[in-house]
């Protein structure tokens, strides 16, 4: 076994990312508070083609130091787009057909291991607050929940880490093995 150079690795150019076609996923950030966690969800959308990123509330938009930290470059790769009021959001994308589903413990969500998107469907996942979550007024507009089954103490995760699991677990149910070569 011989661990990979970078030249070795098959990466996009940026031109080579911008026309790939994308895995129909949409993430949405409503009022995230770490410019940290916002970059290393850039960086996740990147790494699993992601659509769009819509920022929302107090979330912070690039060009930012913070943000460029973690997100490496992602934020000239991915496209992006600030909102101000995700609700207003959420109806807009319902109305152009796309599902709509807040990542949240809710006494009627779904676990994200039973999650199966549609075939020839596009989702926007929502990213709540780290602290208050996704707001109630926003998960009454949405398709459905789904919660990562957690067996700890906490049934909590960071925000960058809840968005790693969920556009993982959703790219691999949308691909298959052949597709995901580089």
């Known amino acids: 076994m011989r661990k990979l150079e970078n030249s070795e690795l098959g990466r996009k150019s940026i031109e080579g990312f911008k026309q790939a076609e994308k895995t129909p996923l ?8 770490s410019l940290h966690n916002i970059g290393s969800v850039f960086r996740t959308a990147d790494a699993f ?9 107090i979330s912070a938009t690039p060009p930012n130091k913070e943000i460029n930290k973690t997100a490496l470059g992602a934020t000239e790769t991915v496209a992006w787009e600030y909102r101000n009021d995700v609700v207003e959001l959420i109806k807009e994308l319902r109305d152009n057909g796309i599902e709509v ?4 413990q809710v006494d009627s969500a779904v676990y994200l291991n039973g ?4 075939s020839n469907r596009k989702y926007a996942v929502i990213f709540g607050n780290e602290v ?3 707001r109630q007024e926003a998960v009454q507009l949405c398709n459905g929940a789904i919660e990562i089954p957690q067996l700890g ?7 960058s880490v809840s968005a790693g699991i969920v556009v993982w677990d959703i ?5 298959t093995q052949a597709d995901m070569q580089p």
Request: proline letters at 2%.
């Open 26 to 33: 949409i993430i949405i950030l409503d009022d995230i508070r």
């Open 132 to 134: 208050k979550g996704v």
């Open 171 to 175: 790219f691999q149910k949308n691909y």
């Open 101 to 104: 589903w807040a990542i949240e």
């Open 153 to 159: 103490t906490k049934h909590s995760l960071n925000i």
């Open 49 to 57: 083609l992601v659509e769009k990123i819509y920022l929302c509330g």
């Open 115 to 118: 999650f199966v998107p549609k």
